[in-house]
């Protein structure tokens, strides 16, 4: 398993920007696909974005399409997630997951497809 770890989440104001980051502690790390899942409260937990073990493919969920980017640094072992034009509705704790079965990322992905999991990093938007 790999060990990951969230940061850069905080307070902004409706339409400001965030950019979070996860740390990956593993030799390998470019052989997992990475993604960002978030969960508000009273909600299920549900995927953002992922982005596949070379970073060329990528797949959000539309709530959020065009208006964040997801990319990663395999030299560095980490993911970041580029929040624009946040809303309100964005506020949620946000997580960071690795699978090393995933080959092909889409937005169907679910958490069912991750075996590893970062603690979480909060991001409140306030209107």
């Known amino acids: 398993q790999v060990q990951l770890v969230e940061s850069g989440g905080g307070l902004v104001p409706a339409g400001g920007s965030l950019r979070l980051s996860c740390a990956a502690s593993t030799r390998s790390f470019d052989n997992y696909s990475m993604a960002w899942f978030r969960q508000a409260p009273g909600k299920e937990r549900e995927l953002v974005a992922a982005?596949?073990?070379?970073?060329?493919?990528?797949a959000y969920v539309d709530s959020v399409m065009y208006r964040f980017t997801i990319s990663r640094d395999n030299v560095k072992n980490a993911m970041y997630l580029q929040m624009n034009k946040l809303k309100p509705d964005d506020t949620a704790v946000y997580y960071c997951?690795?699978?090393?079965?995933?080959?092909?990322?889409?937005?169907?992905?679910?958490?069912?497809?991750?075996?590893?999991w970062g603690q979480g990093t909060q991001v409140t938007v306030s209107s």
């Open positions: 982005i596949s073990r070379g970073g060329g493919g990528t």
């Open positions: 997951a690795a699978s090393g079965r995933v080959v092909v990322v889409t937005s169907g992905l679910s958490e069912a497809d991750f075996a590893s």
